[in-house]
């Protein structure tokens, strides 16, 4: 199973940087810059054919690709000869204006939008289907009654059903998790459902600085009936089946899933329980086994909702891909501001190994259910990766397409060539920055690895 993750996150994760490099290949052969290879994969190629004065190459690692234009490295070349300027050559990189420049620059994360547009447009058209909970909650003070969240301070209480946040109707946990996450530190007005009455509150979530996001100490609500049951698990030795509703374990009562968890604590080794089965109170015991984390598996799920989405219209599916891209870009940059408010960079930032492990994770999971929801939930995952690349490429830092914008733009501003020794010296400075965030990035995935 890890092998299948590791690939489907590879092919993924290639084909977003596949899409970069396009853009930039395109747009260097619209504004007249020759491109001498172009290659699907890293390292050496397996595989090359000329086509037109390109080669065309597949690389020996699949993990997305380059576009190798005429002339790119020539600021170093001029450099390493004590030249002032980069005499332009008809056909190179530095051979045609700075404007045409920028837009080669720009193409690449440009394509990366456009993709995530297209996919989630795909993912509209075809209709999804969601697992999630209801909008009902349990607060956190409620399992941990030492601590104090912004769910305790706004007056929630455990059994509210949130349906509404910041004038948004709320119908799922999703919902709710959606809307919290992308507003830590920011004041958020409510209407909860308790009682049969609505009540209006104002919650404030705290920034979880191991992630960047927003959170308020709540969980979802949901009811001990039993879905299905894992076989050869504890639950199915101890003869739980589907249907089944848990009234108490270890002689405590379990009005909703998640008052197991003060139970679990001490990781008892035998669980007592008392079930419900067509009228009738059964008691059974589960003898557990742990991991070195200190896991056990029940072997148990509980039922959840399901809904599947309309199909839209392909209009209607492009201007939903439109705007779940636009809101994904505003809320990327949002969390990018928050790498600046203390968040632990290990955690909240995510390099290759993580973000090929979890996109295999997501597809994997997705594919067990079905092949439709493994494509869509693959395809919505692939959307966000692709504004992140965009945004991240778009940063005015030296050797990122953003940087190169600037130096172009300055160079168009002024009107005289940049000399060689500037643009040397700008490239180094960002080499030396991405490879230190690089070594940050895969010493974070590597803990997330260690600690999965």
């Known amino acids: ?52 004065g390109v080669e065309y190459r597949i690389g020996m690692f699949p993990l997305g690709g380059y576009c190798k234009m005429r002339g790119e490295n020539e600021f170093q070349e001029a450099y390493e000869n004590r030249q002032k300027v980069i005499s332009p050559v008809t056909g190179t990189y530095f051979g045609v204006s700075p404007l045409r420049r920028m837009v080669v620059a720009f193409a690449g994360p440009f394509f990366n939008l456009a993709f995530a547009v297209l996919a989630l447009s795909v993912v509209w058209g075809a209709g999804f289907e969601i697992n999630t909970l209801e909008n009902r909650i349990v607060l956190a003070s409620s399992i941990s009654p030492d601590a104090r969240y912004p769910a305790d301070k706004a007056n929630l209480a ?52 191991s992630s960047g996001a927003g959170k308020i100490g709540v969980y979802f609500w949901t009811e001990p009936v039993v879905s299905t ?33 003060p ?13 419900e089965r067509e009228g009738q109170v059964l008691t059974t015991e589960l003898v557990l086994s ?28 492009l201007m939903k891909g439109g705007a779940e891209t636009w809101k994904t870009f505003v809320v990327s940059l949002r969390s990018l501001a928050l790498l600046f408010k203390g968040i632990d960079l290990t955690q909240a930032v995510s390099g290759p190994v993580r973000i090929t492990y979890m996109l295999g994770d997501v597809a994997t999971e997705g594919f067990g259910q079905s092949i439709g929801t493994g494509l869509s939930s693959m395809a919505s995952f692939l959307s966000l990766i692709s504004v992140a690349l965009c945004i991240m490429n778009l940063l005015p830092l030296p050797i990122l397409d953003g940087g190169m914008i600037l130096l172009f733009l300055i160079e168009a501003v002024v009107r005289k ?27 974070g995935d590597i803990l997330y690895l260690v600690h999965r």
Not at 3 to 14: E, P
Not at 266 to 272: A, E, I, N, R, T
Request: glycine share 10%.
């Open 263 to 275: 139970i679990m604590r001490d990781q008892p080794p035998v669980l007592s329980l008392e079930f």
């Open 290 to 317: 742990y991991t070195d984390a200190g896991a056990a598996d029940l072997g148990i799920s509980y039922q959840t909702i399901q809904y599947h989405t309309p199909r839209l219209s392909p209009l209607g599916a």
């Open 417 to 443: 060539p940049l000399h060689p020794r500037a643009i040397y010296v700008f490239q180094t400075v960002g080499v030396v920055l991405i490879f230190g965030l690089m070594i940050l990035a895969v010493f």
């Open 229 to 261: 049951v894992a076989a050869g698990s504890p639950a199915d030795i101890a003869g739980i089946k589907a249907g089944d509703r848990i009234l108490r374990i270890n002689g405590e009562d379990l009005p909703y899933t998640v008052a197991l968890i």
């Open 1 to 52: 199973m890890l092998i299948i993750k590791i690939l489907l996150g590879l092919a993924g994760l290639g084909v977003v940087v596949f899409v970069h490099e396009l853009g930039h290949f395109l747009a260097a052969r619209l504004v007249g810059i020759d491109v001498e290879a172009f290659s699907i994969g890293w390292g050496n190629p397996i595989l090359k054919k000329q086509i037109n």
């Open 158 to 209: 455990t059994g509210d059903r949130i349906i509404e946040i910041d004038g948004k109707a709320i119908t799922t946990y999703h919902d709710i998790q959606e809307n919290i996450a992308v507003n830590p530190e920011r004041d958020l007005s409510l209407k909860v459902e308790r009682d049969g009455a609505v009540k209006e509150l104002t919650v404030r979530p705290e920034l979880d600085k």
